[in-house]
């Protein structure tokens, strides 16, 4: 964690604000309006679960290439390049398996349930929002681990200009 603050933070604000956005929606009072949020978030769900899904599966398939083109460069990595790049391959995979579960939670018929309880729904509607700022949150933390570890691969294999330009004078 000390070496990725950033990505921590990112993490922390994108959950404040989806219990912040959560807080500011109110409390369920009546099984019709639950169902009516849960509707609604279910259709964007859906469109954000596919995506974060495939963003993930697609860093982790980078996150391969990038692990086989550092072990064929000449420069000797440190230790904190491997974490970062473990790091990132961590939080997508949480991700990844954080959007499925999204999915498979958005695809049962919610609204063909009528004799459930009305509390059945304000407790759907709060674990499918709680999912859905998870999974944002993840892809946030994602992007800035992501960064971090670019740079920090970047950083080891640029050539040193600074040397070369005094050499040649």
Request: with cysteine.
């Amino acid at each position: 964690m000390r070496s990725h603050p950033f990505a921590y933070g990112i993490f922390v604000v994108f959950c404040a604000l989806g219990f912040g956005a959560r807080w500011a929606i109110g409390s369920v009072y009546s099984a019709g309006e639950a169902l009516q949020l849960v509707d609604a978030l279910a259709s964007s769900g859906l469109y954000l679960g596919s995506a974060s899904a495939t963003a993930s599966a697609t860093i982790l398939a980078l996150m391969l290439t990038l692990t086989g083109f550092i072990r064929r460069v000449d420069q000797d990595f440190d230790e904190d390049v491997w974490c970062s790049v473990k790091r990132v391959a961590q939080v997508a995979t949480t991700s990844l398996m954080a959007s499925l579960f999204l999915l498979l939670a958005l695809v049962f018929p919610i609204g063909e349930f009528e004799k459930l309880p009305a509390q059945w729904y304000f407790w759907l509607y709060n674990i499918l929002f709680g999912i859905t700022v998870l999974v944002i949150a993840l892809l946030a933390m994602t992007v800035a681990l992501l960064y971090s570890t670019i740079r920090a691969v970047i950083h080891e294999v640029t050539p040193d200009f600074s040397s070369d330009d005094e050499d040649s004078e």
